[in-house]
């Protein structure tokens, strides 16, 4: 069966420090991963998504970077946090274009001070 | 670009209730609709995906319609428990080549079921 992991699960870090967060899948090939970000208050926005190995799309300007080093991991990173960057990050898979269901990793919390 | 209203935003109701929660989306060019349950500080559960070509899905107690010609879906929860508390997200994929499986979420509605 499938599974999907992230870590950390609750991070707290000053601002200008650098981010890094992982998630991986288990027991399929070759999925499509996507980084979704939740702030307070607002709803989920699509961060990163990726298609393949080093294939990455970004949907909105911001201060974090996405990477996909193998098939099943997937890395949201920043080289300086802002406070703005503090939410609960969410990674999710999929197979196909868009017939399928998307499954979603149990989440980072990362708050900035 | 595609938007997605869920209505109400909040909805509190004592147990055993049947209640509907709507869902609403600009664009009806879509892959499929589906709708998500999130608990507090935790991701996402997957409750039913509704294909473009279908009309509804069901899955227990809950029952969830597709109206895509009018960008309208509706989660109904039959015999409501405390148990059912949580936050109901709908999100779409959009048809076309370039959607990749990318969501576009509502805010969503946060059930309270009291005893």
């Known amino acids: 069966s499938q599974t999907i992991h992230q870590w950390p699960a609750t991070l707290v870090q000053p601002v200008g420090s650098p981010l890094s967060l992982e998630c991986t899948v288990e027991?399929?090939?070759?999925?499509?991963l996507y980084w979704y970000r939740q702030a307070a208050g607002r709803g989920l926005q699509l961060l990163f998504y990726s298609v393949g190995i080093g294939q990455i799309s970004s949907e909105v300007p911001q201060n974090l970077s996405a990477s996909r080093p193998q098939d099943r991991q997937f890395i949201l990173s920043s080289k300086k946090l802002l406070l703005s960057d503090s939410g609960f990050y969410l990674c999710a898979w999929g197979i196909g274009v868009g017939a399928n269901v998307l499954t979603f990793g149990a989440g980072s919390r990362l708050t900035v001070l | 670009k595609q938007e997605v209203t869920q209505i109400p935003a909040a909805l509190s109701v004592p147990e055993g209730e049947n209640l509907v929660l709507n869902c609403s989306f600009t664009d009806s060019a879509i892959y499929n609709l589906q709708w998500f349950r999130q608990d507090p500080g935790k991701g996402l559960t997957s409750l039913l995906l509704i294909q473009s070509s279908q009309r509804e899905q069901t899955s227990g107690r809950l029952n969830a319609s597709l109206d895509k010609s009018s960008g309208r879906s509706t989660l109904y929860i039959a015999a409501s428990q405390p148990g059912d508390s949580a936050t109901y997200l709908c999100a779409v994929i959009d048809a076309g080549g370039t959607s990749y499986g990318k969501l576009t979420f509502g805010q969503g509605t946060i059930l309270t079921v009291h005893p």
């Open positions: 027991g399929t090939s070759n999925p499509n």
